[in-house]
């Protein structure tokens, strides 16, 4: 056991330090958070769990061992594309190669002669992240646009079983958020005025180490309708997140100036989920889940606030709004586990949500705009030891901005962005 508890403080620790931006999936949310709701399609509301589940339905864990505690890996790769019109004609660039690793932790423990369990988790709950290098400008320059946006979270729960048919849950959701992009770091064009430095050149800008903490909740329920079947359910407040204590770098073309940054509006979403838990036959599991993700109130038009210049320039402050105006979205999700014997398990699921990304805000910095994901998952368990496996593939979504508003849209009409995704995850879990 002290080489459980070691194993669980190493990856707390690297997922503490090391957080990386996730490809998005269900906009910048995963598609399910942990190796068995990844291999189900994220269709795991209404399912029972471990330590595994410790990230989903908090009222899952009522019925799990006395003791259990997870590891896990998830490696995300997504291909990216970006096609521009330029003077001198269209441009397309494929995005560098990107690996993405992800931790995950999960512990909890059922008091002896109490209804009631305790566990925490740590995961990354989502992100985004591009890297397009020599792209033409409109300057007449070859440049990079890069970003990367990622979110871990710790949560603490108790879950609370009623009765037998009923269970309770609760968690208090602690987030780390990190962001930083480039848009042409290396070009610069004066305005009308040709004085360097003023609100109407174009600056060249690099920003880094925009970071928040936030605070979130999430409460959910069980219930059991008969033998066969388990409904659930679980809602999610909104995070309370300000990205600030960043840097901005601006390319005034003879000089290079350091502004303080921050970025406003810019949150996680309120979500509700509701699923269901059927089994017709025994090993069979069939789960289905619906979600509702608040992206309007979370992802509007968030502001890029920069001040205290380290030179003395004209352009002291300003304030950059892109203009996202991300939709809600609806995700459905269905999962399919069948245990062959004690020892294996297979498992397959299907996960669709309509891109929250509207054609006339696309932007090839914060693209989100995968829809459908085909997934499979294998468990193996052995004594008191599981290890599952899952893969998912984000088929290719490709989608074309014709707005002509600069202010909207700086790349010009016909921006077109192609985004897909394969994601590989690996967990242990020990039961005791």
């Known amino acids: 056991m002290k080489k459980v508890f070691a194993a669980l403080g190493t990856a707390a620790l690297v997922g503490a330090i090391a957080v ?16 068995r709701a990844i291999g189900m399609g994220g269709a795991d509301v209404a399912v029972a769990g471990d330590a595994g589940n410790v990230s ?12 259990s505690a997870e590891i896990g890996l998830t490696l995300l790769m997504p291909t990216m594309s970006v096609t521009h019109n330029t003077m001198a004609g269209p441009d397309s660039v494929d995005g560098e190669s990107q690996y993405f690793p992800m931790p995950q932790i999960g512990y909890v423990h059922r008091l002896k002669d109490s209804p009631l369990a305790v566990g925490f988790g ?23 646009l890069t970003s990367q946006v990622s979110f871990m979270r710790f949560n603490p729960l108790v879950s609370y079983k009623v009765n037998e048919n009923v269970s ?4 208090l959701m602690v987030g780390y958020s990190q962001c930083e992009f480039s848009m042409y770091p290396g070009t610069y064009s004066p305005g009308q005025d040709g004085t360097p430095g003023t609100g ?28 066969m079947v388990r409904v659930g359910a679980t809602y999610t407040s909104e995070s309370t997140i300000k990205l600030d204590d960043g840097n901005a770098e601006l390319n005034f073309g003879q000089m290079k100036v350091n502004y303080d940054a921050e970025m406003q509006d810019f949150t996680w979403p309120q979500e509700f989920e509701a699923g269901i838990a059927v089994t017709p036959a025994k090993g069979l599991t069939v789960a289905a889940d619906v979600k509702w993700i608040n992206w309007s109130a979370a992802i509007d038009k968030p502001t890029l606030k920069i001040s205290n210049p380290d030179q003395p320039v004209p352009m002291t402050s300003r304030d950059i709004t892109f203009d996202m105006s991300w939709e809600d979205q609806w995700v459905y999700a269905i999962g399919v586990e069948y245990a062959l014997n004690a020892m294996h398990t297979l498992r397959a699921g299907y996960n669709y949500g309509k891109s929250p990304v509207p ?36 088929f290719e979504n490709t989608q074309v901005n014709n707005n002509a508003n600069q202010q909207v849209n700086p790349f010009g009409p016909g921006l077109e962005v192609s985004h897909s995704q394969n994601t590989f995850s690996l967990e242990a879990t020990y039961r005791y």
Do not use: C
Request: net charge negative; glycine share 20%; hydrophobic share 40%.
């Open 359 to 394: 054609d006339a805000n696309l932007s090839p910095l914060f693209p989100a705009t995968v829809e459908q994901h085909l997934t499979a998952g294998y468990g193996l368990t052995i004594g008191q030891w599981g290890i599952n496996l899952a893969y998912e593939h984000a």
């Open 122 to 144: 740590l995961y990354a709950q989502g992100g985004m992240g591009v890297d397009f290098q020599g792209l033409q400008t409109g300057m007449g320059t070859e440049d990079e």
């Open 168 to 171: 309770l849950g609760g968690t």
């Open 56 to 67: 989903g339905n908090p009222a899952a864990v009522s019925e799990a061992s006395p003791s």
């Open 200 to 227: 109407d050149d174009f600056a060249g800008m690099n920003v880094t180490g925009l970071k928040s903490f936030g605070f979130a909740g999430r409460v959910g329920a069980q219930v059991k309708v008969g033998q």
């Open 20 to 35: 990386a931006p996730a490809g998005a999936t269900n906009g910048m949310d995963m598609i399910g958070y942990g190796t």
